[in-house]
């Protein structure tokens, strides 16, 4: 093939096309693919289905889906009663797991993963194939630029995780990779290079993601504001991660996006993200890793319940501000080298200094464990088979 009809080709075909996953929790109907199938068509989706099982899910018509074709399909991950019938909207490749399938593929290990939460979505991770993830919720539509053009959230993602990130020092002209900016001066050569960027943190326009105080104090605020600015979080530096509008590289730091326990039965909501995020920015600091916030930019369409939001919310405004201080003082041995060496040494430290904040950090540290062990299970190292009880072994 000539170079150009290659280039052409290569410009034709979106960006890591067979090497990203989008996952999706979901309570609602699926209409909101349609205003992302020109974005969205060519990757594979993760759905995670929740709430009411009879509830049927309306989806756009000219949809059609395919189940289980794990090669080359996308996940829906089902939570809530598995008896729900999901409907997803005709030509999106995917695969539907309910509940019934979580546990049957996780077996007790399944208890690690929340229910009736949007926290159920890391199970999508788990069981992706892919380098990538997009997460995205199911009211986030595709937003406009201030030039009024809709926004490839899923391309600036990319690009986003392509490049590198500037953890060690901060460039005031924020991110140097991209086009039209460069480092400043001052900047030390010998940083120039970066690090690799593990997570890409989009933002919302319309409806902030506010806590619930906030947004029972300010039930009109609307985000209008676009700043087109992309920027590394700096080392030791923790932010709160909203899993809205989120990708990460999977390799990097798939490990450590688990998100808690939440939920169903148990004594807090909506902090499933953050929980992720404090663990992550650790880990990434630790391994030398980056995490980008800014572009993209989503429009969140609607606001959850401020009152259902702040029960959910109560023990986590209380607990975090235990829990600040001690992802602000933890450390992790040089032995940790690997994701999942990191987690689990997490794991101990919270179970030690967290438990006696509350009996459900016990809890929460065994599940953390327990993830780890699913995710092996689910992704044997590489060369190492999947065995029946879980643990892998090289071949
Ligand atoms: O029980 C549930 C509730 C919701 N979902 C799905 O999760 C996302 C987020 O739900 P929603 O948009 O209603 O809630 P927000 O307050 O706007 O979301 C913020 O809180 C975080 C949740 O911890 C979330 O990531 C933030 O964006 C939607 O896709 C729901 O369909 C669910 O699966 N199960
Ligand atoms: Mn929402």
Redesign the pocket.
């Known amino acids: 093939m000539a170079s150009s009809d290659a280039a052409a080709a290569q410009a034709a075909t979106p960006l890591l096309k067979d090497e990203l996953d989008i996952v999706?929790?979901?309570?609602?109907n699926l209409d909101f693919l349609e205003m992302w199938r020109p974005f969205f068509q060519p990757y594979h989706l993760i759905i995670?289905q929740?709430?009411d099982p009879k509830k049927t899910i309306r989806v756009p018509e000219g949809f059609d889906y395919e189940l289980y074709n794990r090669d080359d399909i996308n996940i829906i991950v089902q939570?809530?009663d598995p008896k729900k019938t999901i409907r997803v909207p005709e030509g999106f490749d995917y695969e539907l797991y309910n509940r019934d399938d979580i546990n049957r593929i996780l077996g007790p290990r399944a208890s690690c993963i929340s229910f009736?939460?949007?926290?159920?979505?890391c199970f999508g991770y788990m069981v992706s194939k892919k380098k990538y993830i997009y997460t995205i919720?199911?009211?986030c539509f595709v937003a406009k630029d201030p030039s009024g053009k809709d926004i490839n959230a899923l391309e600036q993602h990319i690009k986003n995780l392509l490049s590198p990130s500037t953890p060690f020092f901060f460039n005031t002209l924020y991110d140097p990779y991209r086009d039209g900016a460069d480092f400043v001066r001052g900047y030390p050569f010998s940083l120039r290079e970066g690090a690799p960027t593990a997570v890409s943190h989009g933002l919302w326009l319309n409806?902030p993601?506010y806590d619930a105080p906030t947004q029972l104090v300010k039930p009109l605020e609307r985000n209008s504001r676009y700043v087109d600015a992309v920027m590394t979080i700096p080392k030791g530096t923790l932010f709160p991660m909203?899993?809205?509008n989120l990708a990460f590289d999977r390799d990097l730091i798939g490990p450590a996006m688990y998100f808690g326990l939440?939920?169903d039965g148990q004594p807090i909501?909506?902090?499933?993200?953050m929980w992720a995020g404090w663990c992550t920015k650790v880990i990434t600091d630790h391994l030398g890793l980056g995490v980008k916030t800014g572009l993209p930019y989503i429009w969140?369409s609607?606001?959850?319940n401020p009152f259902v939001?702040l029960k959910k919310e109560y023990n986590g405004i209380f607990w975090q501000e235990e829990l600040i201080p001690f992802f602000q003082s933890a450390s992790l041995p040089k032995e940790a080298d690997t994701v999942q060496k990191c987690y689990l040494e997490l794991a101990k430290q919270v179970r030690a200094k967290l438990g006696k904040v509350d009996g459900y950090f016990n809890k929460l540290a065994d599940s953390m464990v327990t993830w780890i062990e699913a995710w092996d299970q689910l992704n044997p190292p590489k060369g190492a088979v999947a065995t029946a009880n879980g643990t892998a072994k090289s071949k």
């Open positions: 999706i929790p979901t309570i609602r995670v929740d709430g939570d809530g009736k939460d949007s926290a159920c979505r919720d199911d009211d409806i993601d909203c899993g809205m939440m939920g909501g909506r902090y499933d993200d969140h609607k606001a959850s939001n």
